[in-house]
């Protein structure tokens, strides 16, 4: 065996080779501003610019629909009965309207990502002009996502003006293939998809750079401070500003305003959703400890609001609740609007003086106002929640029910099961009405987690029962509790990182990333997420995690009483736990995928997005995992990974975006690619065998993320490893041995050490492999041998001229 400790090598010449290097040479050198630099085949491509690579990955993963409804409604020729094959009025078939509405939910989600980053770019731009420097901390390649599909090599804010703007009409010409009588074929809108997919992680990748840029965000620091998060942080005793959303822009006046006047230790500021984990990231990056409390994901925006602690709502964009001020309204809350995006109609005070709007608010004369004008937001906001303190304390203002009036709301129950039909997460709240009402809350506080706060259930009770309030007042001791720690989004994997790790990813012996994105509309409570993700930090994956997700991890601790943020360093490294940072660093999870492929590999990424996805779906291991993806942005990320080769899994919900793109293991045609080296095919294990799909169980969950990391790159060490992982887990939650594990071994050295003699044996008696036993070697049985100077591609121009 030959073991190299550092140097610069082609691993085409390498057979068998354990390779342990800690510092290679030879990463992608390039700077910006060198602009001798190739350019791939297809910078800003088109929407049929990257259709060949998606109708290979169609073909191998094929798109199986699952309609949530089979009408469509979209012009006044309709609404068309889709069902039975029937077409529509205009011609269109159900497969096809399926996937438009996919596309439709695609182009949304990378829309408001897209958006937001305009936004940003533009309100930075005007405070720190156009040639204020890009730096996203110790990296030459910082904009991967942006590099690989446009070419551009930002150095400045004003570059990212034409990035966007590429986003923009990409976005607008997909938009248009909505409207009726446009493209007829399904397979042809799952290309677009993919198309508007990858758009996303651009408009993601541009938002966090000229954040990260320009507010002084951690730049791919591993030790970045850590934030708390939970209901129970909060100190209600205080005046509390509460903010909603994802673009932190306007919050940062209102931070800066507290700062200015020595108002941090005097008012509550507590974010929800993506602009709490962004407000944790502003001016942190010399690891201060940051200036807000993070309350956590969209779940909790009704149960914030109703626990009547918020004095002042602020809110920008995305995932916000629509019914956001009439909720407030109803607990004297005065709802500021900082964005065109949501102005619940209420006036546009952006021209008035803080006093007249802070009068007007404070004095009931209007519930709310649009203030678009950050300076003024900025002091407006504080100074606002400073006087609605003990305006509203006096006024004795309250939401939830007494413990006297909990036992009377309980026993007026009459058990009818109106809410547990509307509730999304068919909830047993009968039980627990019926527990309570004899004085028993434990089923409500256990049914507190599991609750999204939809507010489905209240308006169907016969009884009008505030259901939500119930188990919010039932529940008050275990909100209390909610004291968890989340590390601030340390944002890119630094291209150091990359050179250390990448090697370990693509051969295995790192077994994966596992990237925990997405929102919070979990199938059974927040706490699965944390037994995942301890589950395969315990075996050496690489957790990521993002947005809600990395909200929602940091709310549990162990025995000892530690969260996992605690527990796990942050750095890209086996067994380490990433957060990145909020919904657009998603782009940083896909951008490290590039990155490994850019240093690692030093393939080329400018304007080369066909060979590098090619690349990553072929040699790292890596799942996306959603397990509570409820919005058109998650649905965004997904594709986006997809059409980089990354296979995501979403939980139950996910079924309702209508798609999966699903591989057939058992046709062993689609399990083919081409070896570079000579243009021969090559047997690949079916691994990833699925794009997107769903599991319905963290049990299931587990030995699939686990499997469909192993890739054909993966070397002896590394198969064994990944091997260990997918059996032992689906042993340890399924309870047996997985049906297919004998596929993925190549050679006796790929087969777990503990379980080699008792595998051997089950491959000779039950497959027919042949043994030797007595040097415990396979001598024939595998339909895949080990290679790991195999150049495995699906893209034949890849391969070597003269046999291709
Ligand atoms: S777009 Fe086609 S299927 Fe939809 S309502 Fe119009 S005619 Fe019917
Ligand atoms: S508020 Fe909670 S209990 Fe009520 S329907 Fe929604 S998820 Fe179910
Ligand atoms: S809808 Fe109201 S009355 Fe009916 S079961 Fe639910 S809580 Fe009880």
Redesign the pocket.
């Known amino acids: 065996m030959t073991k190299i400790s550092t140097g610069k090598f082609s691993l085409e010449d390498l057979e068998n080779v354990q390779i342990t290097i800690n510092n290679i040479v030879g990463a992608i050198e390039t700077k910006a501003e060198e602009e001798g630099i190739e350019t791939g085949p297809t910078p800003k491509p088109g929407v049929s610019g990257l259709r060949d690579w998606d109708y290979k990955l169609l073909s191998r993963y094929q798109p199986v629909y699952t309609p949530v409804c089979d009408q469509c409604c979209y012009c006044t020729y309709g609404k068309c009965d889709l069902g039975g094959n029937k077409e529509g009025a205009c011609g269109i078939d159900l497969a096809t309207h399926q996937s438009r509405e996919f596309l439709l939910r695609v182009i949304t989600g990378a829309a408001a990502h897209s958006a937001h980053g305009r936004h940003l770019l533009h309100h930075l731009i005007g405070v720190h002009g156009r040639d204020h420097p890009i730096d996203m901390g110790p990296s030459n390649l910082f904009a991967p996502n942006t590099q690989l599909v446009t070419g551009i090599m930002p150095k400045t804010l004003g570059d990212l003006e034409e990035v966007v703007a590429y986003v923009e009409e990409q976005l607008m010409q997909l938009l248009s293939t909505i409207h009726a009588g446009q493209e007829g074929s399904a397979l042809d809108f799952e290309s677009k998809a993919l198309h508007g997919g990858m758009l996303d992680h651009v408009g993601m990748e541009v938002s966090d750079i000229a954040q990260v840029s320009c507010l002084g965000m951690p730049k791919s620091d591993p030790d970045v401070s850590l934030a708390e998060i939970g209901m129970g942080c909060i100190d209600s005793t205080k005046p509390v500003l509460l903010v909603i959303g994802h673009n932190v822009a306007g919050v940062t006046y209102i931070m800066d305003y507290m700062e200015e006047h020595s108002l941090n230790d005097k008012i509550e500021l507590a974010g929800l959703c993506c602009t709490a984990i962004d407000m944790t990231r502003y001016k942190t990056e010399d690891r201060s400890q940051p200036r807000t409390k993070v309350i956590g994901s969209m779940a909790k925006e009704?149960k914030m609001i109703r626990s009547a602690a918020p004095d002042v709502i602020v809110v920008d964009e995305q995932c916000v609740r629509p019914d956001v001020l009439d909720e407030a309204k109803k607990l004297f809350i005065p709802v500021i609007t900082t964005n065109e995006k949501i102005m619940y109609g209420l006036p546009n005070r952006s021209n008035d003086t803080a006093d007249q709007i802070i009068d007007d608010l404070s004095s009931g004369k209007e519930p709310g106002a649009l203030i678009l004008n950050f300076d003024l937001l900025g002091e407006v906001a504080p100074r606002l929640a400073m006087k609605m303190a003990p305006i509203r304390d006096a006024k004795g203002i309250k939401s939830l029910p007494s413990e006297e009036e909990l036992k009377k709301l309980t026993s007026a129950c009459v058990q009818c099961g109106a809410?547990e039909l509307?509730?999304?997460?068919n909830?047993p709240?009968m039980n627990a009405m019926v527990a309570a009402a004899e004085g028993d809350i434990t089923k409500f506080e256990k049914?507190h987690d599991?609750?999204?706060?939809?507010?489905?259930?209240?308006p169907v009770c016969p009884k009008g029962i505030p259901?939500?309030n119930v188990?919010e007042k039932a529940a008050q001791k275990v909100i209390r509790e909610e004291k968890g720690k989340m590390r601030a989004g340390r944002g890119q994997i630094s291209d150091p990182e990359i050179r250390e790790e990448g090697v370990n990813l693509v051969l295995g012996t790192t077994p994966g990333i596992v990237a925990m994105v997405g929102c919070s509309n979990y199938p059974e409570g927040t706490k699965d997420l944390y037994t995942v993700a301890n589950e395969m930090l315990q075996r050496n994956y690489i957790v990521v995690m993002s947005g809600c997700s990395a909200m929602d991890l940091g709310m549990y601790k162990d025995e000892e009483g530690q969260t996992l943020y605690e527990k796990y360093p942050a750095k890209f490294l086996a067994g380490n736990l990433i957060n990145v940072g909020s919904c657009v660093s998603n782009s940083h999870i896909t951008g490290t995928a590039i990155k490994v492929a850019a240093i690692f590999a030093q393939r080329n990424i400018t304007g080369n997005f066909e060979e590098i996805a090619d690349y990553i779906m072929n040699r790292i291991g890596a799942v996306g995992v959603a397990w509570g993806a409820y919005s058109q942005k998650a649905a965004a990320i997904g594709t986006g990974c997809n059409r980089l080769g990354i296979p995501v899994i979403v939980g139950p919900h996910g079924s309702k975006y209508r798609r999966a793109l699903i591989g057939k293991p058992y046709n062993e045609e689609d399990w083919k690619v081409y070896d570079a080296r000579n243009g021969e095919e090559m047997p690949i294990p079916s691994s990833p065998e699925f794009l997107l799909t769903t599991a319905e169980t963290i049990e299931e969950l587990m030995p699939m993320i686990a499997k469909n990391c192993i890739r054909p790159s993966d070397n002896n060490m590394g198969r064994m490893i990944k091997l260990t992982h997918y059996i032992e887990l689906s042993q340890k939650y399924l309870g047996h041995l997985p049906e297919d594990w004998y596929k993925f071994v190549r050679i006796e050295t790929d087969l777990p050490l503990a379980k080699r003699e008792e595998l051997l044996k089950i491959l000779e008696k039950e497959h027919g492999w042949e043994i030797d036993w007595k040097k415990k070697k396979i001598i024939s049985g595998p339909t895949m041998k080990l290679d790991v100077s195999a150049q495995p591609t699906n893209v034949k121009r890849l391969c070597k001229e003269s046999v291709c």
Request: proline residues 5%; hydrophobic residues 50%; contains cysteine.
């Open positions: 009704l809410c509307v509730c999304p997460n909830l709240i049914l599991h609750c999204i706060a939809c507010g489905r259930c209240d259901i939500l188990i």
